[in-house]
């Protein structure tokens, strides 16, 4: 049904956390991520500073560097322009089956752009278009809870022979959590905010 997923990113929290969404349907329909980040220009002219561009390229890097880690096939691009008026002209481009992203970026202005973004392509796209909604409050800090947490789901989905094989990583709002079972390697994503957890198969660790 979805073979082409565009994350758009600016490398805040709320687009991080959009990721995880983007990533988990991307694996249950073995689609392909597309991590776009938009460098603002606009009608008052550049809106691009000395550090936009590397940042963007970094919040693409960041996304590919998860998506890779999951097995997920990823695309990077960086544009510049008008940010929703890129996103569409990229989805239109590219074939693009659904759009994932944030609905508010971190504090102040960020939250009024990213917001002001996502509310015109949700009126504009001519594909589904998935908004996650941004909860700055981080419950699970620690990573012997997440890998509790990340154990007990495991089992609670019948794998035998649990234990953790790595240290866990959190990306944002998500801790990954590599196990080793009986069935061999999975890892367990563990929502921070939520506490919500699912088992991702088939991922191998690098």
Known sequence: MYQDILVPTDGSDGTRRSLTHGLAIAERFDATI???SVVPEGPLGTLQTDEAIPAAERAVERIEAEATREGVDIVTAVERGVPHEEILAYADDHGIDMIVMG???RTGLDRVLVG?????????ADVPVVTVRLNDEIRIEDADEAARIA???????????VSVSEDPHRTSASWIVPLETEAGPVHVHVDAVTSESRVAEGTDTE
Do not use: F
């Open 34 to 36: 597309h991590a776009l």
């Open 103 to 105: 609905t508010q970026g």
């Open 116 to 124: 002001s973004v996502t509310e015109r392509i949700v009126r504009m």
């Open 151 to 161: 154990r007990k789901t495991a089992e609670q989905e019948g794998y035998d022979g």
